[in-house]
């Protein structure tokens, strides 16, 4: 392609100091993103103080925490581009080698939005090929019709709610391999028995948006979908 295309890139932040700045060394600067816009949701930690440092980046940040949702709504809100990158803080082993897998699908007009399989994805996901709750994604902000839905969705519902979106607009679909990327689990960051807590509760966010069967229909149709 002979002209940059225009990417935004939205980080959505809560209690990620020890983390963020990581993720951030790997998207800053790289060639095919436009903006970056990280919006802290509230930490309670130096997130917010580290990110006042930084430069290169568009900080949002409020005193609540209203979730990840929300935070992602503020940021497509602000967002001067079409085309959204979404990416984790908490990210581990981020290339810009891996931003360019997941955007250039996209751009090459050989899919309509991206997801990322990691390293640490669970093991039926990679079975499968698909993991359904990842964080990392490209897509068109106008693929969602009205932004301040997202308000009304918590935890892990925002990733449900893509997807749905994917199956519902027969979007093409390319899931990208991050074979050296992990997510930091919830057990590293808050401790085991809350972290397995945590992770029991995301399942429980998942099932309560779409059902039970719901969530196995619409990730059967993503699989469908894949190019």
Not at 86 to 97: C, E, H, N, P, T
Not at 156 to 162: A, C, D, H, N, P
Request: charged content about 25%; overall charge positive.
């Amino acid at each position: 392609m002979t002209n940059k295309p225009s990417i935004s890139c939205i980080i959505p932040a809560y209690n990620e100091g020890t983390r963020i700045l990581d993720v951030l060394k790997v998207v800053i600067g790289h060639p095919l993103i436009d903006e970056i816009i990280v919006v802290n949701d509230g930490s309670t930690d130096n997130t917010d103080s580290l990110l006042k440092k930084m430069n290169g980046i568009q900080l949002v940040s409020y005193l609540q925490n209203r979730g990840k949702s929300h935070a992602v709504m503020v940021g497509i809100k602000k967002a001067k581009n079409d085309l959204i990158l979404m990416i984790d803080a908490d990210l581990v082993g981020l290339k810009q080698s891996d931003i360019t897998a997941l955007i250039e699908p996209v751009i090459n007009n050989d899919a309509d939005t991206t997801l990322s399989l990691r390293k640490n994805s669970l093991r039926i996901y990679k079975l499968f090929g698909l993991d359904y709750i990842s964080g990392e994604r490209v897509f068109k902000k106008d693929i969602i019709e009205n932004l301040d839905e997202l308000d009304q969705i918590f935890g892990f519902g925002l990733e449900s709610f893509l997807n749905k979106i994917i199956v519902q607009k027969k979007l093409r679909l390319k899931v990208v391999y991050l074979r050296n990327v992990s997510q930091t689990i919830k057990a590293r960051k808050t401790g085991f028995w809350k972290g397995m807590k945590g992770e029991l509760v995301v399942a429980q966010k998942i099932i309560s948006y779409l059902g039970f069967f719901g969530a196995i229909k619409v990730y059967v149709q993503m699989l469908k979908l894949r190019v």
